[in-house]
């Protein structure tokens, strides 16, 4: 290995004392190919094994902890026992070469797709209209009732009590991406007029308290709790880095092991505001002030990128997200100094689909996520 490189592969202690044996993190990837019920198929098995060998944390798709709350086709379920068979599997897969398996805990809310909701229903904070995941035509989404909040709240512990259950080492709650937790803390998304609107993060906050808690009961101290956030949002009005600051000041006094910012570029800047100009993920430390590590993420398609996502912002850990869809060997090229043979552009020609699941492979094929691109050079 180029000697540069060995940041990449020091060892870190989580808050919880469970050591992760390199700053690689397998980001949590949408892949649509579980089966048509959210239980594990045997093809997502195979490439989730394949994305998890060489990182120190991996983190799987997002699941869905209610059926109301599933927002893309072939999404993974930890919302019934009857999941638990195929997540079995799956942990065991993940966990195969030394990986913390991570399970991403997930609410589609206004995002949720009607099609895959029982009765077409989807709920959200407020009611709003929207496309999702691959909808030409927008859907409506009504008010979630109170009742319906607070037994939310309860579906996010149970889903953690079965991924405790399936032998996984953690899970990653989804508090990103405008999905439901999301929404709460969001003035665009939560305009109610009770409690959970006048503090918008309660929501957030209750759950994160109902996982740690659930962890307790059920779990053990090595078992990790994450959150993922993203900290400024086009919409107006929208999540600000005003907002993120007070929500990161929050989160980090609760019992979690580490932090996950979801960035399209690692390096992007804040949009506008106080900090307007300054690079969202400086903040972002300044804010967490060492009590907890952050994950880093944001169009990581080469080893110096990877090394750069380290270095020049401090993140403690370095996600790989499309990057890894393209070559599932990104790190062990890096480790055994061949970096320079990583595949960082999608080839529609190649003959092995980039080892991509068919449904995921189509979707990269049809342009359906942004990605360097051999054809078109």
Do not use: C
Not at 34 to 45: F, H, K, L, M, R
Not at 47 to 69: F, H, P
């Amino acid at each position: 290995m180029n000697k540069k490189f060995q940041p990449l592969f020091e060892k870190l202690t989580l808050p919880n004392k469970v050591v992760l044996e390199n700053r690689f993190v397998l980001a949590p990837l949408t892949h649509v190919s579980s089966n048509d019920d959210g239980t594990i198929s045997d093809e997502e098995v195979v490439y989730m094994e394949q994305r998890s060998k060489d990182v120190g944390l991996a983190i799987s798709a997002a699941s869905n902890v209610t059926d109301i709350g599933k927002a893309f086709p072939g999404q993974p379920s930890v919302a019934h026992d009857s999941d638990l068979e195929g997540l079995k599997r799956l942990a065991k897969a993940m966990k195969k070469n030394g990986a913390k398996a991570v399970v991403q805990i997930h609410h589609g809310g206004a995002q949720a797709l009607p099609n895959l909701t029982p009765n077409g229903d989807v709920a959200a904070p407020s009611p709003i209209s929207m496309k999702s995941f691959g909808e030409q035509e927008e859907h409506h989404a009504r008010e979630i009732t109170v009742e319906e909040i607070e037994s939310t709240i309860k579906d996010f512990g149970e889903a953690t009590r079965r991924v405790i259950e399936a032998g996984f080492d953690g899970v990653e709650i989804h508090g990103a991406n405008h999905y439901l937790i999301h929404q709460f803390v969001s003035p665009y998304y939560n305009r109610r007029n009770d409690e959970w609107g006048e503090d918008r993060l309660k929501f957030a906050s209750l759950v994160v308290d109902e996982v740690t808690e659930t962890v307790k009961k059920y779990g053990n101290k090595d078992f990790i709790v994450g959150y993922r956030f993203s900290p400024e949002e086009a919409e107006s009005p929208g999540i600000s880095m005003e907002i993120t600051e007070t929500l990161i000041k929050h989160l980090i006094e609760k019992p979690l092991d580490y932090l996950h910012v979801s960035l399209f570029d690692i390096h992007s800047k804040t949009r506008e505001g106080k900090y307007e100009g300054q690079e969202r993920i400086d903040l972002l430390h300044q804010w967490i002030d060492g009590r907890m590590p952050l994950i880093g993420i944001g169009s990581i398609f080469t080893a110096e990128q990877a090394l750069d996502g380290i270095e020049s912002t401090n993140a403690e850990l370095i996600a790989l997200g499309r990057g890894i869809l393209l070559d599932h060997n990104f790190v062990s090229k890096i480790k055994e100094g061949n970096e320079d043979q990583i595949i960082s552009e999608f080839d529609p020609d190649d003959e092995n689909k980039h080892h991509l699941p068919e449904k995921l492979w189509a979707q990269f094929n049809q342009k359906f996520y942004p990605l360097p691109r051999k054809d078109e050079k």
